[in-house]
């Protein structure tokens, strides 16, 4: 009689651990943390207009949804640094990352001057290349401890508008390393989402170590707005306080640069600085983002010019 009481007691215990264990968030390891975000003396203010396209995944492991987990962390976090305009639009000009990839990259540098007059900056876009999970399990017991290794390979690459080429291309490696306790008649609904979450999980972390090297690539580029209409002795600009345009700011404007190709051949070398045609000052917003200038100094300014900080 004291042995059965016994058995009955582990099982109790057994089924009491399993049900505590069986709704716990899952623990992570540090791998995941965002990185930390120090005062950047590079951020003059004036936030870049950003295309991000779609990721797709082409593992075999998480269908589109990693694609899109990608998309979304990458979204969050560089909503999070307060130093861009995403914007939502912009997937109409280019479609989505597979796209792009599809076509070696050359949709990018065939629209950049549509983009340009859009107002965009740079575009990110990117993959998933792999994604896997491994697990060993304890089979002693009623309660198993299982441990997963989880791994993800994420590429990222950035095309810059105003200089129509690429920039910057990376993969960026996500790990997450998670054990916990499961009853072993656990269902099998339960398992696909526990390695779902892990999936997803590790390709944030992916995604979340691009930010610092997005951040200082950004600071080094020039930003760069657009004359919309100008009406009487008003200029009208496609910038204002959303993208961090302040009443009084002093801008330059200057022609379109030009295209420069290698003469033997033919390939796109980049594009040349466009030159000053005088400066206009700040003296209004118009609309949800929008400014209006009025002339500095020099002229000629035209529809459609390009304006930068002075």
């Keep these: 009689m004291l042995q059965g009481r016994c058995r009955n007691l582990i099982l109790i215990l057994g089924l009491f651990v399993w049900s505590s264990c069986a709704n716990q968030v899952?623990?992570?390891?540090?791998?995941?943390?965002?990185?930390?975000?120090?005062?950047?003396?590079?951020?003059n203010g004036v936030k870049k207009r950003v295309a991000l396209l779609t990721f797709f995944n082409e593992s075999p492991y998480g269908g589109k949804d990693l694609g899109i987990t990608a998309t979304n962390e990458l979204l969050r976090e560089l909503s999070r640094t307060g130093e861009f305009i995403i914007d939502p639009m912009a997937k109409k000009i280019f479609g989505n990352s597979k796209e792009i990839y599809a076509g070696g990259g050359v949709k990018l540098v065939q629209l950049s001057r549509k983009a340009k007059v859009q107002g965009l900056n740079f575009?990110?876009?990117g993959r998933v290349i792999e994604a896997r999970i491994?697990?060993?399990?304890?089979?002693?017991?009623?309660?198993?401890?299982t441990k997963s290794y989880t791994e993800s390979k994420v590429e990222i690459r950035i095309f810059d508008v105003n200089g129509n080429k690429e920039i910057y291309t990376d993969t960026l490696n996500g790990y997450a390393d998670d054990s916990s306790f499961r009853f072993f008649v656990s269902d099998r609904e339960s398992k696909l989402q526990y390695r779902r979450d892990l999936l997803?999980?590790?390709?944030?972390?992916?995604v979340r170590r691009a930010i610092p090297k997005v951040l200082d690539i950004s600071a080094k580029l020039d930003w760069v707005g657009r004359v919309a209409k100008i009406m009487g002795n008003k200029i009208y600009l496609n910038a204002g306080r959303e993208s961090g345009i302040n009443i009084g700011d002093i801008l330059k404007v200057i022609t379109e640069g030009q295209e420069i190709y290698d003469p033997e051949t033919g390939a796109l070398i980049g594009v040349s600085k466009g030159e000053v045609k005088g400066t206009i000052e700040i003296i209004d917003y118009v609309g949800k983002d929008g400014s209006v200038a009025i002339l500095h100094s020099g002229g000629s300014v035209h529809e459609g010019d390009f304006v930068q900080l002075y």
């Design 134 to 145: 491994r697990e060993k399990t304890d089979e002693i017991g009623l309660v198993r401890e």
């Design 200 to 206: 997803r999980y590790a390709v944030k972390v992916a």
């Design 123 to 125: 575009v990110i876009f």
């Design 26 to 43: 899952i623990q992570r390891t540090d791998h995941g943390k965002r990185p930390r975000q120090n005062p950047r003396q590079y951020f």
